[in-house]
């Protein structure tokens, strides 16, 4: 107690000062009025119970007052009374895992009250005039030795209990899933209105990193959202030259889905429309233009509504490139880096160069690493670095499998990369992005009719054996292919034993110039000296536009 007036003494000297120099409205202005949204001190109070590992956090709000407590493990010292009693001294300062490091976010009750109490531990006490801590006339409230309380009434004279309260109310109403996303402690938040309905908002940590956040807002039904959460810690030189150990975070949306089967389900990452950056709570004008959540500890403005460009920052963003490429990793190996999974990722039309450059190296960082590690679904249900597959007409992968195509480039499976299941959707916008290695049609018709050449006879002898092996199915819609492929450049096939043609001791394959196509529909044997061309490669089969492709390449 003694310490305590002290204290109050000290701070008394600067308030009278203040009211000497005629400061007291700009400084009362500038500490209360410093927040992007009217409510935001309710951000300030939940840093204040994340700081000392409070678990569980409730808001009563009244009439006349908002009653804030938690259950932090450490209660209120001397040193946390001068703290938050004091501007721009925070003993969180040096402190990399804390959040309030600007000692003013606790100023931010001011706009609501001229006189907040606190009760915790040895301490009870009423702030007046900002600063002075006054223990005169404030009853010791019955509290456990592990809970914190703060009674905030709605005193302020430039603005009405009324407005206090609706304004209130709406900050808690609209407190988002990705409140309680970052936070390393605080695992529940719950509230109580004036009209006595209640709401909360609840994590649920899981394994392998997946996040469940339970949420239910007066008036609405208990709702829950999943995300998959990566965290690591990162080294950073700040701009004092120091070394600091930052933690740095991100959340990809989940969203469970039935198996087709009707058994059970499996998740699913999902883009989301709008991802936010949080300074441990979202940074509400900060703009990232990505479509997952990203955290880290950034030098931002008083109001932490925004990040500054600095140095310090472009580590911190560097860092989360990296966590963000070690996640795909992650991603791919819960067997969730499907086609689907490149819409969340960033592509040329989020305009990050653009608009939000700050971040633009991150989805470079990502481009990098689909090059060096194999991260890039395929057809074949693969993972794969794209410097070794090609991207395809969809026509042509359909016919020529990965060992088809590794026996005609001599390259090893596996060569087609996934399509995206639309054209101009992000999947496919990222798709394009990564710049993939083209094989289609001019590649086709140049792999054929470069057979042809005397030194490509052992190659020559290959396709033909296995060509050979295929079923007359599978010869149709390959004819049809270098069909559609001659539509685009001319295929010489003159040397190639391409033609599937009958006789009475079963299939042969022949050049074009020893076939013929017969003249009445129901020849298919070979009789004699005239080998007529199987039917059912030309002819078979119910699509009308394969069999008139196949056979415009056969007359060709």
Request: charged share 25%.
């Amino acid at each position: 107690m003694t310490d305590l007036q002290a204290l109050k003494q000290k701070r008394l000297k600067w308030v009278e000062a203040k009211h000497e120099n005629g400061f007291d409205e700009g400084i009362n202005r500038l500490l209360t009025e410093l927040y992007p949204d009217n409510a935001h001190f309710i951000y300030e109070l939940l840093q204040n119970a994340e700081d000392p590992k409070a678990k569980e956090v409730c808001f009563n709000l009244t009439d006349s007052a908002v009653e804030f407590k938690h259950n932090g493990k450490r209660l209120f010292t001397l040193k946390d009374v001068e703290s938050i009693t004091s501007i721009g001294n925070s003993t969180k300062r040096d402190d990399e895992t804390s959040i309030g490091k600007f000692g003013v976010g606790f100023k931010a009750v001011f706009a609501y009250t001229n006189s907040p109490e606190i009760h915790s531990g040895d301490f009870h006490f009423r702030i007046h005039d900002l600063v002075v801590p006054e223990t005169k006339g404030i009853s010791k409230l019955a509290i456990d030795d592990q809970t914190t309380r703060f009674i905030f009434p709605f005193d302020n004279p430039k603005k009405s209990a009324n407005i206090s309260v609706t304004e209130t109310e709406k900050g808690l109403r609209t407190l988002g899933d990705n409140t309680l996303l970052f936070l390393s402690h605080i695992r529940k938040i719950e509230y109580t209105l004036p009209s006595g309905e209640t709401g909360y908002l609840q994590r649920i940590d899981h394994e392998n990193g997946r996040i469940e956040i339970r949420s239910l807002h007066p008036g609405g039904t208990e709702s829950m959202s999943h995300w998959l959460h990566f965290q690591k810690e990162v080294v950073v030189i700040d701009e004092n030259g120091e070394a600091k150990r930052c933690n740095i975070a991100i959340a990809y949306s989940l969203v469970e889905e039935a198996n087709k089967k009707g058994e059970g389900s499996t998740w699913k990452i999902v883009p989301l429309e709008h991802g936010q950056v949080s300074i441990y709570f979202p940074a509400e004008k900060e703009t990232s233009n990505l479509r997952f959540h990203l955290h880290a500890p950034f030098a931002s403005t008083v109001a932490r509504d925004s990040v500054r460009d600095c140095s310090a920052n472009h580590q911190l963003r560097d860092g989360i490139a990296e966590l963000i490429v070690e996640s795909l990793i992650s991603i791919r190996n819960q067997g969730l880096l499907t086609i689907g999974f490149l819409a969340v990722l960033p592509n040329p039309s989020d305009n990050l160069a653009g608009s939000s450059p700050f971040y633009e190296p991150i989805r470079i960082s990502i481009i990098q690493a689909f090059k060096d590690e194999n991260l890039m679904p395929t057809r074949s249900g693969t993972h794969a670095s794209i410097d070794r597959l090609y991207c395809d007409p969809v026509r042509i992968a359909e016919v020529l499998n990965d060992d088809d195509l590794s026996l005609l480039t001599s390259l090893a499976p596996p060569l087609w990369a996934a399509n995206a299941p639309q054209k101009n959707q992000r999947e496919d916008r990222f798709l394009y992005s990564l710049n993939i290695e083209s094989w289609g049609w001019a590649e086709l018709a140049d792999l054929i009719s470069n057979l042809n050449d005397e030194e490509n006879q052992g190659d020559r002898e290959q396709v033909e054996a296995w060509i050979s092996k295929k079923e007359d199915s599978w010869l149709l819609r390959f004819y049809a292919l270098l069909g559609q492929a001659s539509e685009e450049q001319f295929v010489d096939v003159g040397y190639l034993n391409i033609i599937r043609v009958s006789t009475e001791n079963g299939d042969i394959h022949v050049k074009p110039e020893n076939a013929f196509f017969p003249f009445e529909d129901n020849t298919n044997i070979t009789t004699g000296d005239i080998l007529f061309v199987k039917q059912s490669v030309y002819q078979g089969g119910r699509s009308e536009p394969q069999k008139k492709l196949a056979k415009s390449f056969l007359e060709a």
